[in-house]
């Protein structure tokens, strides 16, 4: 068993393995004695790659080899807006939802077939999420660390699975097994649904911190084309209000330590009705410096979760992340058109900038030729289109 204290330990980078691991620590002579042979390349779960697509993955892992870089961000708490996505990079996927483990809606969607297809374009690619149950496919790592939580100092575990292209991480900690076990559906933010869990900010500050230890300290090896820690040249994606956390702690623990220097976070609404807002007392949970204060403090016309002055999640996650993100471009123009689409967020993303990308679709998933609740199979060469003539 492995047990690591989150601010001891070593930095160490990714490299790019096919066969044996190289245990050089020179990129370049490592890529100079990869082989691929005459195998053929597929992923967990895709398609046989064709010729074209064996020379893109191939080219895309040489350059993870070199260490490909993105440009370097501003290392102040003034966020550049700029993520260049080169070939070949470490994403590092953060959500409370990851289908088919765990799913409430769209979230747990995205989270489930953004990645894979991802994988497929050639880069490496890690989801982390609750082990909210004991699932039968994901196994421990034996690897632990001691995180700050509050007042207190938890202990969390990570578990894995390797799927379609994609290591999937499970943080596991009472504050999610307990709470959920048996069933991964609205309890997973509160015991009914409609109710949240009183302690959800110590649940998902507990997550956003296991998120950036994970990439650092976890061992994987069970892709044939990348080996060992991913390291700290990643890009987060951090989803929702939950995630929020990741980009400060980024900033007010690690950067000014010198880890992850050129990592960036990407910050992606789903649904912006959700925000995080509570006290502003409850600031103090979540320890963080002070000089992060304003990118939390928010003033709304309601009296829950309390009074007055509160703060924000979602807005902090915004402010704070190097690009914001959201699921389509029709909902990035809704978000700044007014208060009420924005929901009294508009101003602060008028100011960030947010750019929509359409979700995509699992084709596995929902495929019409193998999907088990359709009960007539068919595909684009079957499929009869009837057209009806209105009067």
Not at 302 to 317: F, L, T
Not at 377 to 383: C, E, F, G, L, W
Request: proline letters at 4%.
């Amino acid at each position: 068993m492995a047990t690591i204290t989150a601010s001891s330990f070593a930095s160490t980078s990714s490299h790019v393995s096919y066969g044996a691991v190289s245990s050089g620590s020179d990129p370049k002579t490592g890529c100079k004695k990869m082989s691929f042979g005459k195998q053929t390349l597929t992923h967990n779960g895709l398609r046989a790659l064709n010729s074209v697509d064996e020379l893109r993955v191939r080219i895309m892992a040489n350059s993870v080899a070199r260490q490909t870089r993105g440009k370097t961000v501003n290392s102040t708490r003034k966020t550049s807006g700029v993520i260049v996505c080169g070939s070949g990079m470490n994403l590092v996927f953060l959500g409370t939802e990851v289908g088919p483990w765990s799913k409430t809606g769209g979230l747990g969607d995205v989270l489930g077939g953004l990645p894979p297809a991802m994988a497929a374009n050639g880069h490496r690619v890690m989801t982390i999420s609750p082990r909210y149950d004991q699932y039968k496919d994901a196994w421990d790592t034996e690897v632990t660390v001691e995180l700050k939580v509050g007042d207190k100092t938890e202990t969390v575990r990570f578990f894995h699975c390797y799927k379609r292209g994609v290591d999937r991480v499970f943080v596991d900690h009472p504050l999610f097994l307990e709470k959920v076990w048996g069933k991964t559906a609205s309890k997973i933010y509160g015991p009914v649904a409609g109710v949240d869990f009183k302690d959800n900010q110590l649940r998902f500050s507990l997550l956003c911190q296991a998120a950036l230890v994970a990439p650092r300290v976890l061992n994987l090896n069970s892709s044939k084309y990348f080996s060992g820690p991913y390291g700290e040249e990643v890009v987060f994606i951090a989803n929702d209000w939950h995630t929020a956390l990741l980009p400060c702690y980024l900033k007010a623990i690690y950067k000014p330590k010198g880890i992850y220097k050129t990592a960036k976070v990407a910050f992606c609404i789903h649904n912006i009705a959700y925000q995080g807002r509570f006290a502003f007392a409850d600031f103090a949970l979540l320890n963080l410096p002070n000089e992060f204060k304003s990118s939390f403090d928010f003033i709304d016309g309601y009296d829950k979760p309390a009074k007055g002055r509160k703060i924000n999640w979602m807005k902090a996650g915004i402010l704070e992340s190097d690009k914001v993100l959201t699921v389509s471009p029709y909902y990035a123009e809704e978000l700044v058109s007014s208060v009420e689409k924005g929901v009294e967020l508009d101003n602060i993303l008028r100011k960030s900038g947010i750019q929509g990308i359409v979700n995509g679709m699992d084709v596995q998933e929902w495929n019409p030729v193998t999907d088990k609740y359709t009960t007539v199979k068919y595909d684009a060469s079957t499929v009869r289109i009837l057209i009806v003539q209105l009067p």
